[in-house]
Structures are given as structure tokens and as C-alpha cells.
């Protein structure tokens, strides 16, 4: 997967803070941050997890989600970056508290994850994953006479046979 790269990232949030928090040190990490293991895969779980609540909301396959242009594919990069940077600052062992003061946008992302997976956020640009979910009526002019109630009534109500005489 690619929803994200290190300096996508570095354009939603700062690259010293960036370099700071993936640091096991006191010293902020040096080098290309398309290089740092830890990065990667943090990047690798935040896409794991869109990918897992848009499948579970059955609108999104991984190939539709890579296939995003435009504003869907600005939305679902900022969607991956916010979640990596939340998982960068809890990484430093923060509690939830710290996590949304250090990361605002934390919330925003997880509000927007629970919408995929209960199928209701739809990105823009896939046409198939607006139609998800509706009932597939099937050509409906295959029905050449519909039956109705009184059609059927006789076999959920049968008449008794000892009345059928009196009237």
C-alpha cells in the first residue's frame, strides 16, 4: 500500500517534532525519513486500519482507495497522516489526554474511521462506492403480475369447509 509517504507527512506536521518523536533518544533522528523503519511502519498501520474500517464498511477495496484522485485522495492522505502522527506521538508511551493535545486532529481521524466502518463516509471519486450498500433491485419490469393481497388471501386465510353451505 502507498496511501502515505514520509514527505506527505512532513506536509501536514512538523518535520523537527516528527524527527523528535521517532527519536529513541534525546537526539532528534538524521537522514531521509523515506528511510526510517519505525516511520514506515507506523505509516503501514495507519493504512492497515483504513483499509480494515473501509473494508468493514464494505465500500472500499484496496485497489479503489489506491485508485483515488483528486479531493478523495487529499482526504484520504490527510486521514493516513493524521493517524500516523497520532500513532508517532503515542509511540513516546503519551496518554490519550497528551495524544489529542499533541495531535487535534486524532479525534477527527477516529470519528472518520467509525464512519467507514459502519459504512456511512463515502470518499469522493469512486462511483461504485456511492451505490454500496443499497439493495439491488435487479430489473424490476421482469415482474409481470404482481401479486396482491387478495390474491393470496385464500391460502393464509382458507375458508372452512363446513361453513361454505350457510351463506
Partial sequence: MAFLTAAELVNCYD???IRQLLSDTNVPISGSLDANGTLLQLIDEAEA??????ETGERYDETQLLNLT???AALLRRLCADLTFSYIVSRRGQGAADIE???PRHNI???MLEQ??????VFPGVEEAEQAGLPDLGNRNELKSPRTFTDVASRIFPVRQDNINRY
Fill in 15 to 17: 518535520e523537527k517534532r
Fill in 49 to 54: 486500519e483504513i483499509l480494515a474500517a473501509a
Fill in 70 to 72: 483528486g479531493s478523495g
Fill in 101 to 103: 493535545r499533541q495531535c
Fill in 109 to 111: 481521524a477516529q470519528r
Fill in 116 to 121: 467507514l466502518r459502519l459504512g456511512n463516509r
